[in-house]
């Protein structure tokens, strides 16, 4: 369990931090912030480790998420592999942006690891932002050897075919993903 000594606020002090933007007028809000920051830093060692009984924390800029399909590409952008993931495996950690870590009905796509509506090229606002943000960082510094495969994979518009073929979903007629597919019932993958 992860506990802190975080700072007592008095009644008054706790309607301005909640009616007057989060606290930020009079300190309340950065010293608040700041204890968060001290108790992630003094924890920092348990970043990413997983302990009997407890969700793992996740790094900075990522959150915990439960997948519904994992997919596996090869270094030349083919499908490896794909399956349908049990829902009682845990939930993996996943990078977000500033924007996409709090996302609700707005469109805004996560890094890597995101809904099929982002992946595959059936849904014309939330595709093409994955793309986009996917090719910025496959060619900016921060780029990782397996960016590029990945991207490979996404442009070639495959997913729904490759994963309707090996049964994990299915498609209907104007060959997007059926509601009811199994893979996709009662999850959430964002």
């Known amino acids: 369990m992860i506990a802190a000594s975080l700072p007592v606020l008095k009644p008054a002090e706790f309607a301005v931090f909640c009616d007057r933007g989060f606290g930020f007028r009079n300190g309340i809000g950065e010293r608040l912030l700041q204890k968060a920051v001290e108790t992630?830093?003094?924890?920092?060692?348990?970043?990413?480790?997983?302990?009997?009984?407890?969700?793992?924390?996740?790094?900075?800029?990522?959150?915990?998420?439960?997948?519904?399909?994992?997919?596996?590409?090869?270094?030349?952008?083919?499908?490896?592999?794909?399956?349908?993931?049990?829902?009682?495996?845990?939930?993996?950690?996943?990078?977000?942006?500033?924007?996409?870590?709090?996302?609700?009905?707005?469109?805004?796509?996560?890094?890597?690891?995101?809904?099929?509506?982002?992946?595959?090229?059936?849904?014309?606002?939330?595709?093409?932002?994955?793309?986009?943000?996917?090719?910025?960082?496959?060619?900016?510094?921060?780029?990782h050897p397996m960016l590029p495969p990945i991207l490979t994979y996404v442009c070639h518009g495959t997913i729904l075919t490759d994963l309707a073929a090996r049964g994990i979903i299915r498609l209907d007629a104007q060959g997007k993903p059926e509601k009811d597919s199994p893979s996709l019932q009662n999850r959430s993958a964002s």
């Open 40 to 143: 992630y830093d003094a924890h920092a060692a348990q970043v990413g480790k997983v302990q009997e009984g407890h969700e793992v924390l996740a790094p900075v800029s990522h959150i915990l998420t439960s997948a519904q399909i994992e997919i596996t590409v090869n270094a030349a952008g083919e499908l490896a592999d794909a399956r349908a993931v049990d829902k009682k495996e845990p939930k993996i950690i996943i990078p977000v942006t500033e924007d996409s870590g709090g996302r609700t009905s707005a469109p805004c796509a996560h890094p890597l690891c995101d809904q099929l509506c982002y992946l595959a090229p059936y849904d014309e606002k939330r595709h093409p932002l994955y793309l986009e943000q996917l090719e910025r960082w496959a060619a900016s510094p921060y780029s």
